[in-house]
């Protein structure tokens, strides 16, 4: 199981770190990321941190819109994978989920999607 949490109002420019715990699973084990969703738009990959001692090229993914802003961390003796936010856009809007896959192969290419999501959590970056 995943639960997020962190999501919330903030005015353009602010920060949010977002939550991602996991229980019933060693979550090191897995590659763990976010999507997310925009209104009236498709799911989007954001970042994907590899599982621990899995090699992965070009690891943490971070997409190109949020390059520079957002970084993805993980705490194996919590069990939580982080995604810090900063400088937020209104652009960066949506409903944000965390996903786990054995690889973050599945942020890296739309044809393939992880097998486990949470439930999501709302970030509304408005003035």
């Known amino acids: 199981q995943l639960v997020e949490s962190g999501g919330g109002l903030v005015q353009p420019g602010g920060s949010l770190r977002l939550s991602c715990a996991a229980s019933?699973?060693?979550?090191?084990?897995?590659?763990i990321g976010w999507f997310r969703q925009a209104p009236g738009k498709g799911r989007e990959a954001v970042s994907c941190?590899?599982?621990?001692?899995?090699?992965?090229?070009?690891?943490?993914y971070i997409d190109d819109s949020v390059k520079g802003r957002f970084t993805i961390s993980r705490d194996n003796a919590q069990n939580t994978v982080y995604l810090q936010m900063n400088a937020l856009k209104p652009e960066d809007t949506g409903i944000y989920y965390c996903?786990?896959?054995?690889?973050?192969?599945?942020?890296?290419?739309?044809?393939?999607?992880?097998?486990?999501w949470g439930q999501g959590t709302q970030v509304t970056v408005s003035s």
């Open positions: 996903a786990s896959d054995p690889s973050c192969l599945s942020w890296r290419t739309t044809a393939l999607r992880p097998s486990y």
């Open positions: 019933g699973f060693t979550s090191e084990t897995y590659a």
């Open positions: 941190i590899a599982a621990q001692g899995q090699y992965e090229y070009d690891s943490p």
